[in-house]
Nanobody, 124 residues
Framework: QLQLVASGAGLVEPGGSLRLSCAAS????????IGWFRQAPGKEREGVSC????????NYADSVKGRFTISRDSAKNTVYLQMNNLKPEDTAVYYC?????????????????WGQGTQVTVSS
């Protein structure tokens, strides 16, 4: 059974940084495309970033480009989301998800396995 565990929750001030982790058990993350999504209260879940299974290409939502970086550590079977220069509008529950497709997708329905979510709050 595929299991993803997201961690790295925190409360930070605007301009601060956090690193989220998405660890896998039961499967090798390198064989999956991994996406990070977020959902703020009263809003729909949105795609934040993705790292593809094939060639490890990455993409980002316009709202986080230049501030967030997604990466893999194959040895630790973990995908990270480094978030810098955080803004109050980044406040949300963040989820990681896995899909078997080779390429990134911004649509949550393309992902078959989900982590439990981790809370990020950006506030002064």
């Amino acid at each position: 059974q595929l299991q993803l565990v997201a961690s790295g929750a925190g409360l930070v001030e605007p301009g601060g940084s956090l690193r989220l982790s998405c660890a896998a058990s039961g499967f090798t993350l390198d064989y999956y495309t991994i996406g990070w999504f977020r959902q703020a209260p009263g809003k729909e879940r949105e795609g934040v970033s993705c790292i593809s299974r094939r060639a490890g290409s990455t993409n980002y939502a316009d709202s986080v480009k230049g501030r967030f970086t997604i990466s893999r550590d194959s040895a630790k079977n973990t995908v990270y989301l480094q978030m810098n220069n955080l803004k109050p509008e980044d406040t949300a529950v963040y989820y990681c998800a896995a899909r078997t497709g080779y390429y990134c997708s911004v649509y949550s329905y393309d992902y078959g396995s989900w982590g439990q979510g981790t809370q990020v709050t950006v506030s002064s």
